[in-house]
C-alpha cells in the first residue's frame, strides 16, 4: 500500500469544521484511514504547526487540553504514521498539563525517552520536570 502524505490543513479543516465541503473531504480521508483502506503519514512538524494553528489567539484560540484532545485520536490511528508517535503523544500531554509551548514539550518528551538528562536552554521551566536538568549555555 502507497503511503500519501497529509498536510496541516487538511487536519484543520477536518477538525475545525471552518469550510463544510473540506470538512466533508478530509472526514472522507481519515475515514479511509480508520478503516484501513489507506496509510497516511505526516513529519511531527504538521502536529506542531496545527497545534499552533488551533491554539493561535489570532486564529482559532482554542485552549490546550482541548488541542489535545482533538489531535490526540489523530495521531493514535495505526493508519496515520508518524515517526515519533509515542514522543508526540506525550508532547501533546504535556503541553495541555504543564503550561510549556509544543517545542520544548517535544524536548521533554525526547529527553525523558532518550534517558537524557541536559538540555541547554534559558527556559527556566525545564527545572520543573523530574530528571531533566538546565543549563544556560556558557
Given amino acids: 500500500m502507497t503511503v500519501a502524505f497529509i498536510d496541516t490543513d487538511v487536519i484543520i479543516r477536518f477538525l475545525t469544521g471552518d469550510d463544510l465541503t473540506k470538512q ?3 472526514a472522507a ?4 484511514v480508520q478503516d ?5 503519514a505526516a513529519p511531527d512538524t504538521v502536529i506542531a504547526d496545527a497545534v499552533y494553528v488551533l491554539s493561535s489567539p489570532r486564529l482559532y484560540h ?4 482541548h488541542v ?3 489531535l490526540a485520536p489523530l495521531v493514535r490511528l495505526p493508519g496515520f504514521k508518524l515517526r515519533n ?4 503523544l ?3 500531554d504535556l503541553y495541555a498539563s ?3 509551548g509544543f517545542g520544548d514539550a517535544m524536548i521533554v518528551a525526547t529527553m525523558e525517552q532518550s534517558g537524557s538528562q541536559i538540555v541547554y536552554s534559558y527556559d527556566v521551566h525545564f527545572e520543573r520536570f523530574a530528571g531533566i536538568r538546565r543549563q544556560e549555555p556558557g
Fill in 24 to 26: 466533508a473531504q478530509a
Fill in 29 to 32: 480521508v481519515f475515514e479511509r
Fill in 36 to 40: 484501513g483502506q489507506i496509510e497516511i
Fill in 62 to 65: 482554542l485552549p490546550r487540553d
Fill in 68 to 70: 489535545r484532545d482533538l
Fill in 85 to 88: 508517535r509515542r514522543t508526540v
Fill in 90 to 92: 506525550r508532547a501533546l
Fill in 98 to 100: 504543564a503550561n510549556i
